[in-house]
């Protein structure tokens, strides 16, 4: 094992969960966008209300994007033991 590639799968590594996480992460933040500007209007300052739509909005994501998810990280899998060796 070379520090080059071990460098090489990090980078891929990090890439690969930055990737992941987008999707999830970006409708967390757009959601709690819109009910902060929502709260900021109404002046509700209902601390429920600023969790329930965004947990909603993070699992309907996790649906929606779910399975592309799951390939993704398992493509880095199987490439990273194809790449050690690693019967499967």
Avoid: C, H
Wanted: aromatic share 10%; glycine share 6%; proline share 6%.
């Amino acid at each position: 094992m070379t520090p080059e590639f071990v460098i090489d799968t990090a980078r891929e590594g990090i890439a690969t969960i930055l990737l992941v996480a987008a999707p999830v992460l970006a409708t967390g933040l757009a959601v709690g966008l819109m009910v902060s500007i929502f709260q900021a209007t109404t002046q509700i300052q209902e601390p429920t209300l600023a969790f329930v739509p965004k947990i909603a909005a993070v699992l309907l994501s996790i649906y929606i994007f779910g399975s592309w998810i799951l390939s993704m990280v398992m493509n880095f899998t199987i490439n990273l033991w194809a790449n050690l060796g690693v019967p499967f």
